[in-house]
Each structure stands twice: as C-alpha cells, then as structure tokens.
C-alpha cells in the first residue's frame, strides 16, 4: 500500500490578497508585509537607490509592484519562512557553475536537497533560492545555512556570498530586522529561471513557482529540523565564547611581545620556555613532536638565547619537561576548546581522578597508570609533609605549657601555631583526618606514658594480666628520667631517656611511675622486683627503682653526635629529592616505583658516606656491603647505567 505524505496546512496570509491567482501564489511564499524596500529600476550598471517602507505593505500591493516595470520591490523575513535564498554577484568567487555545485552538496548535508536558480537582474548575479513545504524557524535556518557553507569553506561575505535571512544582530532594546532581498522575476529587472548548468529557461512567474513547488517536496524537513537546532546550539556557544576574544587576543599580544623579546639576562629559561610551549598549545593548536619542534626551534631562534640560556645543552629536555608537564596537568587546550571532564563533570572528575575518594560511576572512563600513580604519589606525600608538621607543632605546643584538654581550643590553637611556624593554613578538615596526633581523645602525650600502659603483670601495683586500666597516679606520671627546663627542639625529645643499653623495660617504667607517685605523699618504696625469665633462665638481676634512676644519662658529646646525625638525616632527604630532580632532567622521563625508591635510597647512602659522621657512615658501609654495587654513586655512573641504555 502506498503511503501518502502528509502535508502540514500553511496558514492564512492575512490582508488583502492579488486577484490575479497566480499572485495569490506568489504571496503565499514570498511575503512579508513590514519594512519592505523599493527603488526605481536603475540605468544599465547603476545601484539600485533603495528606501525602506515604514507601514506595512499588503500582499496586493507586494505583487502589483512586481509587475512594475519602473519599479523594483525587496522583502524582509518573518520569524517563521518558506524559503531562503543564496545571493551570488557577479564578479565575486563563487559566481561560476563549480561553486553552484559544490553548494548545493553542501546544502544536502542539512536535508535541502533541490534548489531553484534564477538571474536576480541584468547584471548576472545568481540567486539559489531554497524553497520549502513547511514553514521553519528563520534565524535557525540563517545559522544552519552559514555555518553548513562555512564549514565547507566558503566565505560568507558582502559582494561574494550572502545569506537570506540572515544571521541577524541581537538588541536589547527593540527588534531587529532581517536583511531584505529583492523578490525573484520582477518584471522591470530583467530577470529569469535558470536550470542545472545555469542557462535561462524563461521568466514566466507561474513556471518558477511550479518549480519551487517540486523543490519543496523534495526537501527533508526532519533533517533540517534537527539541523537548525544544532546550528543554533552551537551559535550560542560560539557568541558566548566571543564575549572573551578581547581578552584571549591580550593574552596571545602578550605572550608574542615575551616570544620576541626573549632573554634578556640570566635565569630566565623556565620563564621563557613555558610560554612558548603553551602559545603552541593555545593558540597554534600543536601537541606531540610539532609541540616540540615549534618550541626548540622559537628558543633557539629568540634574540639572547645564546648569550643568556644556560641550558643550550639539554634545550629540548627542557621542552619536553614543560610539555609534558602542561600535558600532564592540563594547564592549557586550544582555543577555543572546552576543558575535558572525565567524568562528565567538574565535582565527578576531580573526585575520581585527582582526589580518588572512592567515587564510583557507571562510566568506564580510562586513565593511564602512570597518571594515576603519580597523582597517588603526590597525594601520599602531601598527607605525610602535612601529618609531619602537625606532630612538630603539637610537640612544641606540649614542651611549651602543654595543650588545652577541650578538643576545640586544642584545634584551634594548633591551627594558629601551625601558621605561625610554617607561613601555612591548616584546614579543619586535614586536621580531623589526623585525630591520632592532637585529639584528647586519641593522642598519648608522652611516650613514656605510652610504653607504660599495655598490658603487663605487676602484682599489687593496679595492673593484672589482661587488663589494660591505669590508676589516676599512673595516667599523670611523667617521663622519670625528664629534666626540667630541657628546651631543646620537640623532635629531640627522645635524648633525655637513658641509654639503650640501661633503658629499663616497660614494667620496670610502670613501677618507677608508682613508686614517684608514692613517695611524693611520704610512703616507703616498695620492695625489688624481680625481672621475668625466658625459658627458666633469669634474664636480669634484682633491679630496684633507685638504681633505674640513677642510671648514667647519656653524655653531652653523645647527645650532641646525635643531634648532628638527626640533621644530616634531615638533610639526606632533601639531597636524595635534589639528585632525583636532577636526574629527570638528564634522562628527560619521569621516575616513579621502585626505581624512584632505590634512586632516594642510594643518593641518601652516598650523602651518609660523605657526611663525616661516624654513625651514618657506619650505617651507610653496611648498607652498601648489603647491596654490593650501589656505593660509590654519580649521576653521571647512574645516567649511563641506567638513562642512557
């Protein structure tokens, strides 16, 4: 069964209609009764002297000046049409059969798949006009037809190629008008249909509408629908996105000035060369190999780069840092681009890619593991520079008048201290992540008090077997062997314990916190307490408070030897993470793993061995006896063993 096609019911052009029958179709598509313009036909080559129309024009009037011979008559569009037109002037560089046909191919893309040709006057320039079945959204089908040509690569411009209705100017104070364009086969212009390869037929109205009638079946009005819609989509974001062509046209007028001005002194190449990689990125639309190229050869080339740059010898290592690490980070994308959301959106992505909390998503979005390994290894260090800063600053807060028992003012005043000493803000949230290092609840002021309170058996001294209670005596029991007054740094505070070899076990602790607590109020010590054995053997002597006490504190030159040790400990750190950065450089990738690990680890055994000092030295020997191989170490031994291979 064949299906017929339904056709939508045009409504009614209102005012008063031609007599003429073939007027009334003529009206019916082309016309729009509001500013229409006019002229007297001119002289041969003469512009048309055209004036608008301040009242409205009925479709009578509209055909009557049709067939004036004197007169020439333009309409503008409403806010629905039945047609478009495509003005092409003679003399312009489109007006030849070939771009004809390229048009109309183009044109097939958004469901116009005929057109109607005609000559718009003696001069010879063509009008396409696109007529329809139904009537469409006017601006949309200007911004489908321009943006369909341009992406095919014609210009549209005034005297080459031109666009009714067009893509009209927005104002917020009153309505704009579209432009207006002569009506096709006037009888004063000298006007005709013309078929497929541009030849005259004739000027006879009614053929012309027969074929802008077939034109119009043919048309498919769904595609064009969904077109239009697009189009328009796409027009807003292009006209929001030119709000900041001013200022994205500074930032290249900037970044050139500094392109060309190059270096004028030293120290300038990690300024310099982040610039030109993101011009290329931004603004010249380069990634990969071109990135790179592009980058090396505007440096080489910048007035003072061989003067002033420092780094003439690793200069492409240098690119690829910087564009690998604007890739990595994304610091930049071309312009005009979106940015790209992994997940879909900003909250959705940062929590999954960057933060990794866990956040889950029926997407399987993919990315690659060395970003992902990265991104966790910058995160754990951040987590441990910032618990580390926190136990400084509640070490120092507890050396310097103890800290308040109200978990509020304790966080409170950490979070001062924590700005005082480190020029850092310390948010609540990092705080309460870490409540095991300042909450009354869950931080052991003292160590001591802490190797004192696990489970031990202790007779009659509050403590059984399997019960981990404290008296009130032994919760505020301080360090036995603590000097008043001591005012050293909170991380040495551990040098005021015995020696290792004398320290008393953790019992022998919970018994010499008893006996302080009982001779304070006037009580006897209590009698010698014997050691437990191992496997019947006794593994001590008779040890008694007294004698624990009077243990030999360490030495003021063994105090001093290990706080010179605790620096260079410190300093290792920063040396092994100076010599890992160097290294990136000279191998120009990124070290992460174990590699990473074993790099540290053996730049911290060489600082050892040069550091003078007799304990890291003898710890950095038998590490290396350990490892046979690493020590002595050279970036330039590890370049070539393992960058350069």
């Not at 469901?111 to 003696?122: C, F, H, L, M």
């Not at 369909?148 to 009714?164: K, N």
């Not at 067009?166 to 104070?173: E, G, I, W």
Request: glycine share 6%.
């Amino acid at each position: 069964m064949k299906r017929t096609r339904r056709v939508k019911t045009q409504p009614a052009i209102k005012g008063q209609l031609p007599a003429d029958p073939v007027g009334q179709r003529y009206v019916n598509r082309f016309y729009h009764g509001f500013h229409a313009i006019i002229a007297p036909v001119p002289l041969f080559g003469a512009s048309p002297d055209w004036r608008t129309i301040n009242y409205r024009l009925q479709p009578s009037q509209l055909w009557e000046l049709h067939q004036d011979n004197t007169k020439l008559v333009g309409i503008r569009f409403d806010t629905t049409t039945l047609y478009a037109t495509i003005d092409l002037d003679t003399g312009g560089d489109y007006h030849n059969l070939e771009s004809v046909k390229k048009i109309k191919a183009a044109l097939e893309n958004i469901g116009i798949v005929d057109v109607v040709p005609s000559q718009s006057s003696e001069s010879g320039g063509y009008h396409l006009v696109l007529p329809l079945e139904e009537p469409v959204h006017s601006f949309g089908l200007a911004c489908a037809l321009q943006q369909t040509l341009t992406d095919a690569g014609f210009q549209v411009r005034q005297g080459h190629l031109e666009i009714f209705p067009n893509v009209k100017a927005y104002c917020p104070d009153r309505p704009t008008d579209f432009n207006a364009i002569r009506v096709p086969l006037q009888a004063g212009c000298k006007s005709f249909l013309l078929d497929d390869e541009l030849s005259a037929i004739g000027n006879d109205v009614s053929t012309f509408l027969d074929h802008c009638d077939r034109a119009a079946y043919k048309q498919d009005l769904k595609h064009l629908n969904k077109a239009i819609e697009k189009a328009y989509k796409r027009h807003v974001k292009e006209k929001y996105r030119k709000k900041t062509s001013q200022d994205a046209e500074k930032w290249r007028r900037d970044w050139e000035k500094i392109i060309a001005t190059g270096w004028t002194g030293f120290g300038q190449t990690n300024e310099i060369l982040p610039v030109i990689v993101g011009y290329g990125i931004v603004f010249l639309r380069l990634s990969g190999d071109d990135l790179v190229d592009y980058a090396v050869s505007t440096a080489t080339n910048a007035p003072g780069y061989l003067q002033y740059c420092r780094h003439q010898h690793e200069i492409k290592t240098r690119v690829l840092h910087w564009m690998r690490c604007s890739e990595r980070n994304d610091y930049y994308s071309a312009y005009p681009s979106y940015p790209q959301r992994l997940e879909g959106t900003f909250s959705a992505t940062f929590a999954e890619a960057i933060a990794f909390r866990g956040h889950t998503n029926t997407k399987n979005n993919i990315v690659t593991f060395e970003r992902c390994d990265r991104r966790q290894e910058m995160n754990l260090e951040r987590s441990l520079k910032a618990q580390r800063r926190i136990q400084v600053v509640v070490q120092t807060l507890e050396w310097n008048g103890g800290l308040p028992d109200g978990a509020t003012n304790r966080a409170k005043l950490i979070r001062e201290a924590y700005k005082q000493r480190f020029n850092k803000s310390l948010s609540q949230e990092t705080l309460h992540k870490y409540l095991h290092l300042w909450h009354p609840t869950r931080y052991v002021a003292d160590p001591w008090i802490e190797n004192s309170c696990e489970d031990c058996q202790m007779g009659d001294y509050a403590h059984c077997a399997g019960t981990s209670a404290m008296t009130d005596e032994l919760k505020n029991a301080q360090n036995p062997c603590q000097i008043d007054e001591y005012e050293h740094s909170p991380y040495m505070k551990v040098l005021c314990l015995p020696p290792a070899a004398t320290a008393p076990q953790r019992r022998v602790a919970a018994e010499v916190t008893e006996f302080r607590g009982e001779s304070e109020r006037g009580t006897q010590p209590p009698p010698a307490v014997k050691t437990p054995t191992l496997n019947g053997k006794p593994q001590q002597s008779e040890t008694t408070p007294s004698a624990i006490i009077n243990a030999d504190p360490l030495s003021d030159a063994a105090i001093e030897e290990i706080k010179r040790a605790t620096r260079l400990r410190l300093q290792a750190g920063a040396y092994a993470n100076k010599v890992l950065q160097e290294y990136r450089l000279m191998t120009g990738r990124f070290i992460c793993g174990s590699e990473r690990s074993s790099l540290l680890k053996i730049a911290k055994m060489q600082f050892y061995l040069d550091s003078e000092c007799n304990s890291l030295i003898a710890e950095a020997l038998e590490w290396a006896a350990a490892n046979p191989g690493c020590l002595p170490f050279t970036l330039e031994t590890a370049f070539q063993e393992r960058g350069g291979s």
